[in-house]
């Protein structure tokens, strides 16, 4: 007769867990050939289940038997309390109903309603006629039970050899059916796997990573909820639950959660910790797999999967699958394919983790760069009042009859540098300014010709005296840019007046204008002392001046250039420099068209 226990299978969406069609057809048509052929009226097979339980997958022969029997489980150690009564009959074992322990009726599963025929060797509805299934190693994988002959009578000599053939039929299918289903189980978790590791790592923040990971690890793994908890650099973290929010777990389990996780990932194995488990390994002492287990029961979780989260050396959290009582248990598959999600998800954690210092770094920057502008503006604000009292006295003093001609000079001299400083304040000023984004750029069709021509002209004394050529290309169509007019005036300036100053008396200055798409090109190009590959890289730092000594020696403040870059920038443009020691330089600007 076919007996098993009540307790049931985890049920995913009305079905349970056996999700190998081929493999359970192939049950079921060895089932429904002992029922045809064999003789039998009902015939049912268990395979062993991780938990040390026997799941009934196949019942044939009577649909009131498949209801009852389908999914139920049986404890091993029960049937095999059975079994030791058992008479040998090859593969076989039977039990007749009067060694059968009465304690234990009450506890199977279908019995059939009949009446024992009239004849000594009479089929009871309590025998028990059970085949055993073990493979090459020995090792007990599902059994083989039948009920119902069709005679009525216990099988005879060739009955039961044909039972033997099917019972080794069974055996070979059930190896078969659980071996295919471990497969399943291991392409199901590198699927889980992969589609974490495809969305997990894309992200760059921990909320993210979860929410893109919750729904994969939740379906793939059969869970019913999970939490993720990250460790920061003092060992302390976030945890996230199942909806992707960070939520408060009770400090002691938060304590037992971080450390077993270093000691999971030390021992690189993960942890399973369910009623009657023991022990739970070297991440979990007893007590500790106590208070965790009081705390399951708060939650109405069955059993729960511990993972470690890490990246190298470093443990950086531990991922925690819960399962509803009754569930199937965690399979060694899920277990080795946990551990492997851990090292990916470990992976992102650090990356996001990366990515917020970084981030944090950044605004920081940011921060102390809006200072250094706030405090460069105060200073040149704080310079520029009294330097303007300075040389407006300076000029009175200078139209006065009653100094010499040597006072006269020094007063000459004082004028110069007031005015140079007056420069410097002026260019730091507008640096302050164009690097504010409080103060935003309102962009109108400015003609980059018409700013040229004026800067050329303004440039045209300094050029003669040095005997430098300015000279200016433009096409025949307008070259219209988009930005501030008083800017991109300072731009072209500093460009040329560069120019000018670093060309050799008797060399040439070329300043032409183009289009190029949808935006505008300004090009300076001289024949001067040249840019060295390093100071290049540079150019555009404030204060900066080239190593250069030739360099050196001419007047600057090392600002000229750095407007010029924070104005191109800020006009969303760009700005090209090729340079040649000794040869000359060339600088583009690339501004969008008006």
């Not at 029922?35 to 009577?62: H, P, Q």
């Not at 939740?218 to 920061?232: N, R």
């Not at 819960?322 to 946990?338: F, I, K, N, Q, V």
């Not at 007046?497 to 060309?503: D, F, G, I, P, W």
Request: with cysteine; glycine share 10%.
């Amino acid at each position: 007769m076919s007996r098993e226990t009540t307790a049931r299978p985890a049920q995913t969406g009305g079905a349970t867990r056996w999700s190998d069609a081929p493999s359970r057809d192939a049950l079921q048509l060895i089932a429904e050939g002992v029922t045809k052929v064999a003789g039998f009226g009902i015939a049912a097979i268990s395979v062993v289940r991780s938990d040390g339980k026997l799941e009934v997958m196949a019942v044939a022969g009577s649909d009131e038997a498949g209801e009852s029997l389908q999914g139920r489980r049986t404890p091993i150690d029960q049937l095999s309390r059975e079994l030791d009564k058992a008479d040998d009959w090859g593969l076989f074992r039977f039990v007749p109903h009067e060694r059968l322990d009465p304690g234990v009726f009450e506890q199977w599963g279908w019995v059939p309603d009949i009446e024992p025929i009239d004849a000594p060797d009479a089929w009871h509805p309590l025998d028990l006629l059970t085949a055993p299934l073990y493979d090459d190693e020995g090792v007990l994988r599902g059994t083989l039970a039948i009920d119902l002959p069709a005679d009525g009578r216990r099988p005879g000599e060739a009955q039961r050899a044909v039972l033997n053939t099917y019972a080794e039929q069974a055996r070979q299918a059930v190896i078969v059916a659980l071996e295919r289903e471990a497969l399943a189980d291991q392409v199901r978790m590198a699927e889980t796997a992969r589609r974490i590791v495809r969305r997990a790592a894309a992200q760059l923040r921990m909320d993210r990573i979860v929410e893109d990971s919750r729904e994969a690890l939740v379906e793939g793994f059969s869970a019913h909820g999970m939490w993720l908890q990250t460790f920061d650099q003092d060992g302390r973290g976030t945890i996230y639950s199942a909806a992707g929010g960070a939520s408060e777990l009770d400090p002691e389990m938060v304590e037992i959660a971080q450390a077993a996780a270093h000691r999971a990932w030390d021992a690189q194995e993960p942890v399973v910790v369910a009623p009657g488990r023991r022990p739970f390994g070297p991440a979990i002492d007893r007590h500790q797999g106590q208070v965790i287990q009081a705390f399951m029961e708060e939650i109405g979780a069955g059993s729960l999967l511990f993972t470690p989260l890490g990246a190298g050396p470093e443990c950086l959290g531990n991922l925690v699958l819960t399962r509803l009582e009754g569930a199937p248990d965690w399979t060694e598959a899920e277990a080795t394919a946990a551990l492997d999600i851990g090292h990916d998800l470990g992976r992102a954690i650090l990356n996001a983790r990366t990515f917020e210092r970084e981030h944090q770094l950044v605004e920081e920057l940011q921060a102390l760069d809006s200072y250094k502008g706030q405090l460069i503006a105060t200073v040149a604000h704080e310079l520029k009042n009294p330097l303007t009292s300075v040389m407006g006295h300076l000029e009175m003093l200078e139209s006065s009859p009653d100094f010499s001609g040597t006072t006269r000079s020094s007063l000459h001299a004082m004028d110069r540098g007031a005015r140079r400083m007056v420069r410097v304040i002026d260019d730091l000023l507008l640096l302050s300014k164009v690097g504010d984004a409080e103060n935003p750029l309102i962009p109108v069709p400015v003609d980059l010709y018409r700013i040229v021509e004026e800067v050329v002209d303004l440039i045209t004394v300094a050029a003669t005296q040095k005997g430098v050529a300015v000279q200016v290309e433009k096409p025949v169509e307008p070259v219209v840019a988009a930005g501030d007019a008083t800017e991109l005036d300072r731009v072209c300036a500093n460009l040329v007046s560069n120019a000018v100053k670093y060309t050799p008396d008797g060399g040439a200055v070329t300043v032409s204008l183009g289009r190029d798409g949808d935006e505008v090109l300004l090009t300076v190009t001289d024949e001067g002392i040249g840019i060295s590959e390093q100071d290049v890289a540079r150019l555009g730092t404030e204060f900066f001046r080239s190593s250069n000594p030739e360099a050196v020696a001419q007047p600057g403040t090392g600002l000229g250039l750095a407007i010029v870059s924070r104005v191109v920038a800020r006009h969303h443009g760009r700005m090209e420099i090729e340079s040649t020691l000794g040869a000359g330089s060339t600088f583009r600007v690339f501004l969008p068209a008006g």
